[in-house]
T-cell receptor, first 114, second 111 residues
């Protein structure tokens, strides 16, 4: 089955700084997604990463805060900008597989902002 | 009201017990997924269902499209099954590829 390599797995960051999270998929995919999971909550979709063009953001999320790149079909990055303690969450990437249209998920990035 | 509701929210079992986690949804769907999330945060896809029943090892997932309900069963539960189990649906409307997630069921299996 497909594997997503997500880095870093965790980080502790100072407020006001930025962190970039990377995801690399080892199979052909159709779509890539970025999610946030706040403590005790379900996953919330931040945006759909589009290859070679601007990501499609969900209501409540903006490009200035969460810039996303997807330079090729199997690689994407999410940056959490100008961080505040409220950004402390798990961030996950996901991809929809071309083979069977199932979904695969990264191992998550546990972010703590102090 | 969330489009995907899971019950129970928390479940504690003794090793060897048969476990059932339920998921109800309110929209027409193309597929339903059962996911497993371990404490580190990573998620593993267990099943993708659009009808009937699927089995993998000690795990069984069923879905009733008419009743908009799915169940995940674990037979002969083991402490390594301790995790959060999440139900997610792909709504049929608009041909969306986005998933809508339940809040998860936290399972603890004691030895």
């Amino acid at each position: 089955s497909a594997v997503i390599s997500q880095k870093p797995s965790r980080d502790i960051c100072q407020r006001g700084t930025s962190l970039t999270i990377q995801c690399q998929v080892d199979s052909q995919v159709t779509m890539m997604f970025w999610y946030r999971q706040q403590p005790g909550q379900s996953l919330t979709l931040i945006a759909t990463a589009n290859q070679g063009s601007e990501a499609t953001y969900e209501s409540g999320f903006v490009i200035d805060k969460f810039p996303i790149s997807r330079p090729n079909l199997t690689f994407s990055t999410l940056t959490v900008s100008n961080m505040s303690p409220e950004d402390s969450s798990i961030y996950l990437c996901s991809a929809r597989l071309k083979l069977n249209y199932g979904y695969t998920f990264g191992s998550g990035t546990r972010l703590t902002v102090v | 009201k969330n489009e995907v509701e899971q019950s129970p929210q928390n479940l504690t079992a003794q090793e060897g017990e048969f476990i059932t986690i339920n998921c109800s949804y309110s929209v027409g769907i193309s597929a339903l997924h059962w996911l497993q999330q371990h404490p580190g945060g990573g998620i593993v896809s267990l099943f993708m269902l659009s009808s009937g029943k699927k089995k993998h090892g000690r795990l069984i997932a069923t879905i009733n499209i008419q009743e908009k309900h799915s169940s995940l069963h674990i037979t002969a539960s083991h402490p390594r099954d301790s995790a959060v189990y999440i139900c997610a649906v792909r709504p049929r409307q608009g041909g969306s590829e986005k998933l809508v997630f339940g809040k998860g069921t936290k399972l603890t299996v004691n030895p």
